[in-house]
């Protein structure tokens, strides 16, 4: 069955350090990868969005990179600050002309401290 | 535009009885998605619409779930009748047409059965 895993439940860092965050997923081929950040009590909220033929996207201090051979994509915060604090969520597409049908992970918690 | 809407922020209901979640999506966005999100099983997807017709609903856990989408402006989300296994965050989310685009989602309805 499709499965996918964002490798950490949570992680914390220095302020200023890089955060990357890990997603993984297995069993298919995703035409494209979307990231989220969720804050407490908040729906999620749209960051980036890679396509399968698209190694790395950049968007101000964020980047992800989309690796379809390992079936992995990173997701790097730069100059971490403590707003970044939040919960990332991949997602992705389900194939197969799926319409955008999503399939989530179930995200990892940034924490930075100052 | 004011967002997706959801109505109520929280509901706290007993076992057996009726519980009817709100959503009104984006003006102009014709896919409408409802999930479910707890600690265990992050963020699933329970059924979506476009154009108002119900497009994949595999992801509704039971027949106690039921969903509509009477007009483009409005959809309901209805458990019936609720367990305290249905205990969690409903989130109603919409985009535009193209598979590639991301998802607006709502803030979400907090759902507590006793």
């Known amino acids: 069955s499709q499965k996918i895993e964002q490798n950490s439940e949570a992680l914390n860092i220095q302020e200023g350090k890089t955060a990357t965050l890990t997603c993984n997923y297995t069993?298919?081929?995703?035409?494209?990868l979307q990231w989220y950040r969720q804050d407490p009590g908040r729906g999620p909220v749209f960051l980036l969005l890679?396509?399968?033929?698209?190694k790395e996207k950049r968007k101000e201090r964020l980047k992800v990179t989309f690796d379809t051979t390992l079936k992995q994509s990173l997701f790097h915060i730069t100059a971490s600050q403590p707003a970044d604090s939040a919960t990332y969520l991949c997602?992705?597409?389900?194939?197969?002309?799926?319409?955008?049908?999503?399939?989530f992970g179930k995200g990892t918690k940034l924490s930075v401290k100052p | 535009d004011a967002g997706v809407i959801q109505s109520p922020r929280h509901e706290v209901t007993e076992m057996g009885q009726e519980v009817t979640l709100r959503c009104k999506p984006i003006?102009?966005?014709?896919?409408l998605f409802w999930y479910r999100q707890t600690m265990m099983r992050g963020l699933e997807l329970l059924i979506y619409?476009?154009?108002?017709?119900?497009?994949?609903d595999s992801g509704m856990p039971e027949d106690r779930f039921s969903a509509k989408m009477p007009n483009a402006s409005f959809s309901t989300l209805k458990i019936q009748p609720s367990e305290p296994r249905d205990s969690a965050v409903y989130f109603c989310?919409?985009?535009?047409?193209?598979?590639?685009?991301?998802?607006?989602f709502g803030p979400g309805t907090r759902l507590t059965v006793l």
């Open positions: 989310a919409s985009r535009t047409g193209s598979s590639y685009n991301e998802q607006f």
């Open positions: 069993n298919y081929s995703p035409a494209y």
């Open positions: 890679i396509r399968e033929n698209e």
């Open positions: 997602a992705l597409d389900r194939g197969g002309g799926s319409q955008g049908n999503l399939i």
């Open positions: 003006s102009g966005h014709d896919y």
């Open positions: 619409f476009n154009n108002n017709v119900p497009i994949d």
